[in-house]
């Protein structure tokens, strides 16, 4: 195998995890909220290196749970107490990266005179509290129903309206 392809390899299991696995789309929206707020904060550095390193850490501890998972699933189908453990065990690592996330996170940004200015700049523009409401909303759609439900979802759409206009010519058409 070429090293290249190794790349390829890991992205297109980066790519699977992200659509299948509605918990590793939420780390990702909260990834990105947590990285453009810090820019709010005057991080040093090494604050920031710890920050990313954490969501680092909880995104590949996400992609093993998912491999781990799978894996089970894979080698037996039945109910077994052993994959049952190795599932949740899994799910735990997971769990814990993620609390030790939320707790640097409160360390890092828990200083209500930044919390005010945020609130403030969003509230005192019309533009930028449309546009963080907006984020939200696809956000939500994002973690709801994935990449593939909304790229699915908007060839429906795509395809309901090339059905109603070809109903137009037809009728059209007969007149």
């Not at 909260?30 to 005057?42: D, N």
């Not at 996330?101 to 945020?118: K, P, Q």
């Not at 908007?154 to 007149?175: A, F, G, P, W």
Request: glycine fraction near 4%; include cysteine; aromatic fraction near 10%.
């Amino acid at each position: 195998m070429s090293f290249l392809k190794g790349f390829y390899y890991a992205f297109r299991g980066i790519v699977n995890c992200v659509c299948e696995e509605r918990n590793m789309r939420i780390h990702i929206v909260i990834a990105i909220y947590v990285l453009y707020f810090s820019g709010f904060y005057s991080l040093s550095v090494t604050k920031l290196c710890l920050l990313i390193a954490v969501i680092a850490l909880v995104m590949a501890l996400e992609l093993l749970n998912t491999a781990v998972e799978r894996t089970c699933d894979a080698i037996q189908t039945e109910i077994s107490p052993l994959i049952k453990m190795a599932k949740d065990v899994a799910a735990g690592a997971v769990l814990v990266a993620a609390l030790g996330s939320v707790f640097v996170g409160v360390l890092l940004f828990w200083d209500t005179e930044v919390l005010w200015n945020i609130i403030s700049y969003l509230c005192n523009s019309p533009e930028y509290l449309a546009i963080f409401v907006l984020s939200l909303l696809t956000s939500a759609l994002f973690v709801l129903i994935g990449p593939k439900g909304i790229v699915d979802n908007i060839h429906s759409i795509v395809e309901l309206k090339r059905e109603m206009k070809q109903d137009e010519t037809e009728t059209e058409e007969k007149l």
